[in-house]
């Protein structure tokens, strides 16, 4: 029987339920079938008017429906489709008693345009408009719904009430590494003995106006348009940047000891985890990728496996000129000769970006390609790039043996989370 | 050998204010209950504005300053207070292992670019398509990192070089009381050795004022006592930095660091606030978890905010502790959201190191003279969380 403590004497920490949204689907199965088909979630925007836009395409999740649209609405719905799925699959608890934490990687909350507009009328200022004039709306008590909505703990707020998880739920952000650091809190809690189990849910929804706009003004998105299915094409040649796209990942982490005791179907391990920032600059990685090498090693050691023990990698991938080519690099790095034997991967090439979500996302999807053998494609790979030397499993899905992956999240801001995931030791 | 249980120091505090900045400011303005308040940028709302503050100083490049917003000057500067305080700016090994919670809202709005925007656009034949040109052209790029979250931790980590590891919390006053609690549980836990751990908040913001405004929390009108506003309940927005080092004791001994205090324990709640009775009964659960037996020294510095329900609990509950004189520092500091709890950590830290409270301000407040050894530290959000910390001299005994 394996041990319920690792080399450490730390609690090994399995993976019980575990729940997905994006662009292709509600819920693993479908996701899954899309994702080995090499299926694009890629799509012209159709939420707002996209005229005069560089970027004119993103991953909506537009199958769900959510009235008003907010990016918090939409976040917390996802976030709650995701978490149910999670949550059901485990079997942990009873209806509205989840036995632990919760950590929620969610975006930054703000008004948006739609509710400026409507204080602004509401404010009745005829030729200026200027802030004093919405704070005089605000405070009329007619949008007294609009503080919690807007609040940053408002998403965090309803998911714990419903799934009545125990103590204050704790909203973070680390940008596009959010969604493995929530894992990483909840991993950490559990090891501490604080706690035998966490929900560890991300989420996103932020495909509106402005940040759109924003992440272009930054020169970070595909400008691709058309087909959009082919514009996020990781490590290609010709990637152009990265796609926005919205979705939601949950995963139910419990104790080895406690999972088995109550007779629980393990779907994996995390095995390990490692972080290291940045301090080299706010959008940039540092250009000798120690921070980067740095983050996978950590992760290895935090697992107590080497290199050559990692069978694949679900590459953070997001198809910009930069990531993709510093990813390879670190990799590289720290796997050495044993670098060029391991299928790499982009699911981003299908699911987009989806930022705060990613990481949770992709951890999902590294744990069904453990438990199905087979590999999710890098779809769009169609022109190489010959400083990229990796096998990027490109374009069409491949069946491997494999026992352990490593998942990388990177973020603005020096984020750098590496996740080491296993199946469940015989 | 069993190893001793691991226990926490406070060795470095960084807190700027509208008290000023530092230690002896902070000391000062509480000794003499100074009181600094806006009333006329955003009337009728009062707010603390930040003391001018030279940001050269721990920001040294001008570079870094112009990608920042207020906000993450104001935490940027205090988490260089925090390191020069405990020893360790500069010191790059040590630095490169530093772990980093912070807590954080989000960035300040283009008032201007806002204001423009709203005023034309019921006047565009085409508005979407108006409102995408004039982002397109006016929203400065740089501004979209001030906005985001995590960059505060992102330009802690590119001016002083804390990278060992870099979490944001969210989520108003809870993002504090959490940083706090996981900052602790790690090192306790043998996670980490020494972490930085604080947040930012700028009150000067016409849209953070807005945004309290919808659900009626601004403190407005005849500036009161926190405790004394249940005519006019509400709280003064407040800009305002606080970072501190917490080590393990062993790490802190090994490189000669001088403690502040000790912090002790921190937990957070989350009550029904639909039920009414609940924001009482979640302190005391927090209290049994948190406080053991206080002894004659011992004193409470409240994060009372001012707001109704919120405060009127709290002081019911804290009425059920008669022996305990408390301060509520928000009359003189303000409330800053996020940061709140580190804020009030630090306060407590302070006063427990000169062994002495400072003066009551109101009539809730009753002078104590005897020396302070412990402190109780309460952080009731105005909407969600509770939490409290317990933080105690260096030389009591350790907590079990």
Not at chain 1, 356 to 371: D, F, Q, R
Not at chain 2, 141 to 165: D, E, K, Y
Not at chain 2, 322 to 349: D, K
Not at chain 2, 366 to 381: E, I, K, S
């Amino acid at each position: 029987m394996a041990s319920i403590r690792d080399k450490s004497g730390r609690p090994v920490v399995v993976v019980t339920g575990m729940g997905v949204v994006t662009s292709l689907a509600a819920g693993k199965d479908d996701n899954w079938k899309k994702l080995t088909a090499g299926e694009s979630g890629i799509r012209s925007i159709t939420r707002f008017d996209t005229t005069g836009l560089k970027t004119r395409i993103a991953g909506t999740v537009d199958f769900v429906p959510v009235d008003p649209l907010t990016s918090p609405a939409l976040a917390g719905r996802l976030a709650d489709m995701a978490a149910e799925e999670a949550v059901a699959q485990s079997g942990i608890g009873s209806k509205g008693r989840f036995p632990g934490p919760l950590f929620l990687a969610v975006a930054p909350v703000e008004v948006e345009w739609p509710q400026r507009q409507e204080l602004a009328k509401a404010s009745g200022a005829n030729d200026q408009v200027a802030y004093a004039d919405l704070i005089r709306a605000a405070s009329s008590g007619k949008f007294r719904h609009y503080h919690e909505r807007f609040m940053f703990s408002s998403v965090s707020d309803t998911l714990a009430q419903k799934y009545g998880t125990e103590g204050a739920p704790i909203s973070l952000s680390t940008a596009c590494a959010s969604g493995a650091s929530s894992i990483q809190l909840g991993f950490e809690a559990i090891r501490r003995g604080e706690t035998n189990a966490a929900l560890c849910v991300a989420t996103d929804g932020s495909v509106n106006v402005e940040s759109l706009i924003r992440f272009s003004l930054l020169s970070a998105l595909s400008i691709s348009n058309d087909p959009p299915q082919g514009a996020s094409k990781p490590f290609s040649k010709n990637r152009d940047g990265f796609v926005m796209a919205e979705g939601a990942g949950a995963l139910v982490l419990e104790s080895y000891e406690a999972a088995k005791a109550r007779g629980a179907n393990i779907l994996g391990v995390m095995a390990g985890i490692g972080e290291l920032a940045d301090s080299f600059h706010r959008t940039r990685s540092s250009p000798d990728g120690k921070p980067i090498v740095g983050c996978m090693r950590r992760a290895l050691d935090d697992a107590g496996v080497t290199p050559e023990d990692i069978d694949y990698i679900n590459a953070h991938g997001t198809s910009t000129p930069e990531n993709d080519k510093m990813e390879c690099q670190c990799v590289i790095t720290v796997f050495g000769e044993h670098a060029k034997k391991i299928p790499i991967s982009s699911t981003k090439s299908m699911i987009g970006h989806t930022l705060s979500a990613a990481g949770a996302i992709e951890a999902v999807v590294t744990l069904m390609t453990l438990e199905h053998q087979r590999i999710p494609p890098t779809i769009n790979y169609n022109v190489p790039d010959p400083g990229i030397t990796l096998d990027v499993v490109p374009n069409v899905a491949r069946d491997a043996k494999m026992e352990r992956a490593i998942s990388n999240s990177f973020g603005f801001g020096g984020q750098n989370v590496s996740l080491v995931l296993a199946r469940e030791p015989a | 050998m069993a190893e001793l249980p691991r226990e926490a120091w406070i060795t470095g505090i960084g807190i700027v204010s509208c008290l000023g900045e530092g230690l002896e400011a902070h000391w000062a303005g509480f000794a003499e209950s100074k009181r600094v308040i806006d009333t006329e940028t955003y009337a009728p709302y009062i707010v603390h504005p930040l003391a001018p503050i030279d940001f050269d100083k721990q920001i040294p490049k001008k570079g870094d300053q112009r990608q920042m917003e207020p906000w993450q000057r104001i935490g940027t500067y205090a988490a260089g207070l925090a390191l020069d305080s405990a020893g360790v700016k500069g010191n790059k090994e040590l630095l490169g292992r530093m772990d980093m919670i912070v807590a954080a809202g989000g960035g300040e709005r283009d008032e201007a670019v806002d204001s423009a925007i709203l005023t034309a656009l019921p006047k565009a034949e085409r508005p979407d398509i108006f409102l995408n040109e004039r982002l397109m052209n006016d929203l400065r790029p740089t501004l979209f990192l001030a906005q985001l979250s995590n960059l505060l931790a992102g330009n802690v980590s590119i001016v002083h070089g804390v990278t060992g590891s870099s979490r944001t919390f969210m989520g108003e006053e809870s993002a504090g009381a959490d940083a706090v609690r996981i900052a602790l549980a790690r090192i306790k836990a043998g996670q980490s050795e020494i972490a930085l751990v604080g947040g930012s908040y700028n009150g000067q913001r016409s849209d953070v004022v807005m945004l309290f405004e919808f659900g009626g929390y601004c403190l407005k009108g005849e500036f009161k006592p926190v405790w004394e506003r249940a005519a006019q309940p509400g709280f003064a927005i407040a800009s305002l930095g606080a970072f501190l080092v917490v080590e393990n004791r062993a790490h802190a001994e090994a490189r000669g660091a001088t403690p502040i205090a000790r912090l002790s324990a921190v937990a957070s709640g989350y009550s029904d606030r639909g039920q009414p009775g609940a924001i009482k009964d979640e302190l005391g659960r927090l209290w049994a978890k948190v406080v053991g037996t206080l002894g004659p020294g011992a004193a409470v510095i409240s994060g009372a905010t001012g707001v109704a329900t919120a405060t009127a609990e709290e002081r019911d509950f804290l009425a059920s502790h008669p022996e305990l004189p408390v301060r509520a520092t928000g009359t003189l500091v303000g409330h800053g959201v996020e940061p709140q709890m580190v804020m009030n950590v630090a306060l407590a830290a302070l006063a427990v190191s000169r062994g002495k409270l400072f003066p009551p301000n109101g009539a809730f407040e009753r002078p104590m003279d005897g020396p302070l050894t412990q402190a109780v530290v309460t952080g009731v959000g105005h909407w969600r969380g509770e939490g409290l910390g317990l933080v105690e001299a260096v030389g009591r005994d350790a907590p079990g």
